[in-house]
C-alpha cells in the first residue's frame, strides 16, 4: 500500500470512538436541525474526516451502513463522493499540502448555484481550512454568507493555526477532544487494521492518526528510535527530498522530542540546558525547511554545538 493510500480516510471503513458526536450528528440531520455551515475542529489526524464519511454514508446510503457497529458495509457509494462523483457531494481538500485557490472557490460557487440532484439535501466539505490562504478564506465567508435552502457546507479545521473570526462566527463549531485512554485504544485498532507492527510506544501526545503514519514512515525508511538523533534527521532530510512528504518533517520534529525526552530521564544534563539546546536544534531545522539551506549545512551547525545528540 502506497503512502497515499495508507492515509487515506476513503479506507476507514470502521469508525472506532466518536459515538457520541456520529449520534449527535445524526440527530441533528433527523430532525432536519443539521447547521447550514458546521465547524469540526480538531488535531491533525484525531479522525475528523472519517466521521464527516461516516456520517455521510449513514444519510445518504442507509441500507449499506450498519449503524449499530458504525461501519460502512459496501463502499461503492462511499467512493463516489469521495471521488467527487456523487451529485450530492462536493469535497474540496485543503490538505494535499499546496495552498487552496481563489479559483477553485470561484468554482465551488457556480456548482452550488446549480439546482441539487431532485432537489435533496447537498454537502460541501471542505477539509483543512487552516491552511486555506487569506484570498480563499475571503472568498469562502461569501458563499457561506449565501448559501440555498439545500446546500449545507461543513468544514474541518486542524487548529494548525488561529482561522479568521469572520468564518468561525458564521459556523456552528463542534470540537473533537479525545482522551488520552480512547487516543491509545483508536492508535491500537488502528494498528490491528492495517496489520502493523508498533515500532515505539504510543505517545498521548500524538493523534491515532498521525501514531500510524509516524509508525508506518518509520518501518518504511528504516528508522531506528535508539540511534542518534543526527543520523536519524540526515536520513529523513534525505527521504523528504526525494518524496517532498510533509508528514516527514512533522516525524523530524516528533523524533527531536522523542530523544529530548530520553535525554531528561537518562542523561546527567541540566534541564534548562536542554530546554535550550533542543530550541536551538528545532529552530535549525525550521530555517532549514523555511529558507531552503543546505542539508551539510544543518548537519555541521548542529554537530558542532552539541556532542549528545
Known amino acids: 500500500m502506497s503512502n497515499s493510500e495508507f492515509y487515506n480516510s476513503n479506507n476507514s471503513l470502521e469508525l472506532f470512538g466518536f459515538k457520541r458526536e456520529f449520534n449527535f450528528l445524526k440527530s441533528l440531520i433527523d430532525k432536519n436541525r443539521l447547521p447550514k455551515s458546521l465547524l469540526i475542529s480538531g488535531e491533525k489526524g484525531v479522525g475528523k474526516l472519517t466521521l464527516i ?12 451502513y450498519d449503524l449499530k457497529n458504525n461501519k460502512i458495509v459496501k463502499d461503492i457509494i462511499h467512493n463516489q463522493f469521495m471521488n467527487n462523483l456523487h451529485p450530492s457531494v462536493i469535497f474540496l481538500k485543503g490538505s494535499d499540502f499546496s ?18 440532484l431532485n432537489n435533496e439535501k ?8 487552516d491552511i486555506f490562504n487569506i484570498n480563499s478564506l475571503n472568498a469562502l465567508l461569501k458563499i457561506i454568507e449565501e448559501p440555498s435552502e439545500n446546500n449545507f457546507f461543513i468544514l474541518t479545521n486542524n487548529n ?13 463549531e463542534l470540537k473533537i477532544i479525545m482522551k488520552s485512554e480512547d487516543k491509545k485504544f483508536v492508535a491500537q485498532k488502528l494498528l490491528t487494521k492495517f496489520g502493523q507492527k508498533s515500532f515505539f510506544d ?16 518509520i518501518e518504511t525508511i528504516n528508522i531506528n528510535l535508539d ?57 535549525n531545522i525550521h530555517d532549514f525547511f523555511s529558507l531552503n ?17
Open 53 to 64: 464519511n461516516h456520517f455521510l454514508c449513514s444519510y445518504l446510503d442507509k441500507q449499506n
Open 99 to 116: 495552498k487552496v485557490k481563489i479559483d477553485n472557490l470561484r468554482d465551488l460557487k457556480v456548482k452550488i448555484l446549480k439546482t441539487s
Open 122 to 129: 447537498r454537502f460541501i466539505i471542505l477539509d483543512s481550512v
Open 160 to 172: 494548525s493555526k488561529k482561522i479568521p473570526e469572520t468564518v468561525k462566527s458564521r459556523c456552528i
Open 202 to 217: 504510543y505517545d498521548e501526545s500524538l493523534s491515532p492518526g498521525n501514531y500510524l503514519k509516524f509508525n508506518y514512515l
Open 227 to 283: 540511534d542518534p538523533f543526527i543520523r536519524n534527521l540526515n536520513t529523513l532530510i534525505s527521504f523528504y527530498q526525494k518524496k517532498k512528504d510533509l508528514f516527514l518533517i512533522d516525524l523530524i520534529f516528533f523524533i527531536l522530542d522523542y530523544n529530548f525526552k530520553k535525554f531528561r530521564e537518562k542523561d546527567n544534563i541540566k534541564s534548562d540546558m536542554l530546554i535550550s539546546d533542543r530550541l536551538f536544534i528545532s529552530k
Open 293 to 309: 539551506l543546505s542539508q551539510g549545512t544543518l548537519i555541521n551547525s548542529i554537530q558542532k554545538r552539541f556532542n549528545y545528540v
